[in-house]
Structure formats: structure tokens, C-alpha cells
T-cell receptor, first 113, second 114 residues
Framework: QKEVEQNSGPLSVPEGAIASLNCTYS??????FFWYRQYSGKSPELIMS????GDKEDGRFTAQLNKASQYVSLLIRDSQPSDSATYLC?????????????FGKGTTLSVSS | ETGVTQTPRHLVMGMTNKKSLKCEQH?????MYWYKQSAKKPLELMFV???????ENNSVPSRFSPECPNSSHLFLHLHTLQPEDSALYLC?????????????FGPGTRLLVL
């Protein structure tokens, strides 16, 4: 059973701080990793994708991938109250004869002003 | 959200009712998905269609019946549901045959089974 694990939170940070969200996965051959943001009552929206070891930056967001440790993280710099949401980690994993995105339960982030 | 649309947005049904959820994508994608999202549980993949062909049924009970008439439309037919089927049902689409890549989600249908 392929799994993606995230701390459910809530993770609380003050406005302007760095929020660090972590995710581990069990399928060692996974190649594609995604972070989605989901506001309460809304559908998930893609924030970042990462495929290679190291860091990938996009504005205030940085995704970090360490395949040896089977670990992927998302850093949010200068956190804003509008960043308050649930962040879903998703991993493309082998499944039967194909592949599928396996989602974690999500980490709830709360940014206080 | 206009790339993938879903109707209805909210649905209340009794256990003996029959209803259908509709999803339409305007992104020119070839793969479409149904997910179920229950409280405090991960997104659960239900069905995958690739070029109109069902390529995955994730052990979903037969009271859920998908239909994909073309690459742009996906339906989920519901009948004799149980209260535990109450959840947010999300449709998603992705670009090509190598599904599992970046998926774009619709707004979801929030279903309540009484």
C-alpha cells in the first residue's frame, strides 16, 4: 500500500514568518511530487511540482525534495493570513499497471495577523 | 476554476434516489478522474478515464457508476447510496496519456445522503 504521510496540524505561524510543511512517501520509485493548496470548502489548486532532488523556488514558495530520504517539503516565506489553508502533498506512484496521484491527508496552516 | 466545471455544486438525496454528477473540462485534456474527499481522510481516487476508456476502478462499490462519453465530459451516476457516502466529490483532469501528472480540479459536488 503506497502511502503519503503528513502531519495534520494545525501548524500555526505569525504573519511574516516562514511556514514549513513536511511530507514523506513510501514508494521509493516515485518521480513526481506536487503540493496543492485547499481552502475550506474549495477544491485543491496546484502550487508547486518538483521532480528532481534539491530546491525549486516560485515566489514565496520553495519546494524541497530528497529522494534518498523519501521526503518532500514546502516552505512558505513571509507567510500571509491568506496562506491559511490545508496543504496537500501528492506523489505520483505506481499503481497496478499504471500510475496515480496518491494524496496525503493534508496539513492545516493557520497564519495569524 | 473555469477550466473544470462540476454540477450540481450541492446535492441532498435519499438512499433510494438516483442522481448523476456531471463534470466538464475545457482544457483539452485527455484524462479525467473522480475523487472522493471525506472529512479527515485523504483524497480517495475512485475512477480514471484516459481517452474515454476506464483505466482504473479503485474498488468502488457498484452503487457508483461512471460514464465518460468523450474526453471532455465525465459523469458519476449514483443509486441506493448510504449515509457514509456523504462527502465532497471532486472531478479532475490532466493533459495526456501519462496520467498522474498535474491534475486540475473542479469545484466539487458536496453530497449529503440522508
Amino acid at each position: 500500500q503506497k502511502e503519503v504521510e503528513q502531519n495534520s496540524g494545525p501548524l500555526s505561524v505569525p504573519e511574516g514568518a516562514i511556514a514549513s510543511l513536511n511530507c514523506t512517501y513510501s514508494d521509493r520509485v516515485s518521480q513526481s511530487f506536487f503540493w496543492y493548496r485547499q481552502y475550506s470548502g474549495k477544491s485543491p489548486e496546484l502550487i508547486m511540482s518538483i521532480y528532481s532532488n534539491g530546491d525549486k523556488e516560485d515566489g514565496r514558495f520553495t519546494a524541497q525534495l530528497n529522494k534518498a530520504s523519501q521526503y518532500v517539503s514546502l516552505l512558505i516565506r513571509d507567510s500571509q493570513p491568506s496562506d491559511s489553508a490545508t496543504y496537500l502533498c501528492a506523489v505520483k506512484s505506481t499503481r497496478g499497471t499504471g500510475t496515480a496521484l496518491i494524496f496525503g491527508k493534508g496539513t492545516t496552516l493557520s497564519v495569524s495577523s | 476554476e473555469t477550466g473544470v466545471t462540476q454540477t450540481p455544486r450541492h446535492l441532498v438525496m435519499g438512499m433510494t434516489n438516483k442522481k448523476s454528477l456531471k463534470c466538464e473540462q475545457h482544457l483539452g485534456h485527455n484524462a479525467m478522474y473522480w475523487y472522493k474527499q471525506s472529512a479527515k481522510k485523504p483524497l480517495e481516487l475512485m475512477f480514471v478515464y484516459n481517452f474515454k476508456e476506464q483505466t482504473e476502478n479503485n474498488s468502488v462499490p457498484s452503487r457508483f457508476s461512471p460514464e465518460c462519453p468523450n474526453s471532455s465530459h465525465l459523469f458519476l451516476h449514483l443509486h441506493t447510496l448510504q449515509p457514509e457516502d456523504s462527502a465532497l466529490y471532486l472531478c479532475a483532469s490532466s493533459q495526456g496519456a501519462d496520467y498522474g501528472e498535474t491534475q486540475y480540479f473542479g469545484p466539487g459536488t458536496r453530497l449529503l445522503v440522508l
